[in-house]
């Protein structure tokens, strides 16, 4: 099992930038794709992006490309993900998930807590 710790997220104007951090631990070897998925109130969940430690692939969602970032740092198993040029439409609870591949990112593997991001227009 693969313990997923996040933190950063917070609340910023339209145009910003945030950062958030996933710190894995336990079995990670077991799930080397971790990633981010996010819900809005009302709205269905939504991958956003996916990095896998196997070969480096990375995945983003079309409403991201180009804004987001995600990269990791092996040497303290922690993944970020950095949001610029952020929009009100990117307000959610972004949930890190952990997965054997990132096809199957948030259907299976670990979850995080939880970070809220909010963009004020």
């Known amino acids: 099992e693969v313990q997923l710790v996040e933190s950063g997220g917070g609340w910023v104007q339209a145009g910003g930038s945030l950062r958030l951090s996933c710190a894995a631990s336990g079995f990670t070897f077991d799930e080397p794709a971790i990633g981010w998925l996010r819900q809005a109130p009302g709205k269905e969940r939504e991958g956003v992006s996916c990095?896998?430690?196997?070969?480096?692939?990375?995945y983003y969602a079309d409403s991201v490309k180009g804004r987001f970032t995600i990269a990791s740092d092996n040497a303290k198993n922690t993944v970020y993900l950095q949001m610029n040029s952020l929009k009100p439409e990117d307000t959610a609870v972004y949930y890190c998930?952990?997965?054997?591949?990132?096809?199957?990112?948030?259907?299976?593997?670990?979850w995080g807590q939880g970070a809220q991001v909010t963009v004020s227009s």
């Open positions: 990095i896998s430690s196997s070969d480096g692939s990375t």
């Open positions: 998930a952990a997965a054997p591949f990132c096809d199957g990112l948030g259907q299976e593997g670990s």
